[in-house]
Nanobody, 121 residues
Framework: QVQLVESGGGSVQAGGSLTLSCVASGRLSTVNDMGWYRQAPGNQRELVATITSSGIPNYADSVKGRFTISRDNAKNAVYLQMNSLKPEDTALYYC???????????????WGQGTQVTVSS
């Protein structure tokens, strides 16, 4: 019913930049908070950044000042501009969205399939 499709991952050298994109599609009544999480091998999935429907961002301390989250409500899209990338940013990055559909009264949480970001030193 709801799909989140990420794009934009890849391999860069330390200090480089990447931009991730995620588009939500399906029967969407309301898209609330959207965000990005990441999971490195052997680690738990962790929050990178979230953004409310009104555009208020929230960042993990480890990415503050380097990453910028934004969204386009007309496209049901969320973006993550990543600058000054470090090897420790290497992970599988997942898009997340809190979505209400016509089928349920309450909103539900959805995840994308993940896009790999690899930063070499």
């Amino acid at each position: 019913q709801v799909q989140l499709v990420e794009s934009g991952g890849g391999s860069v050298q330390a200090g480089g930049s990447l931009t991730l994109s995620c588009v939500a599609s399906g029967r969407l009544s309301t898209v609330n908070d959207m965000g990005w999480y990441r999971q490195a091998p052997g680690n738990q999935r962790e929050l990178v950044a979230t953004i409310t429907s009104s555009g208020i961002p929230n960042y993990a301390d480890s990415v503050k000042g380097r990453f910028t989250i934004s969204r386009d409500n007309a496209k049901n899209a969320v973006y993550l501009q990543m600058n000054s990338l470090k090897p420790e940013d290497t992970a599988l990055y997942y898009c997340n969205a809190d979505v209400r559909t016509p089928y349920h009264y309450n909103s539900e949480n959805y995840w994308g399939q993940g896009t790999q970001v690899t930063v070499s030193s």
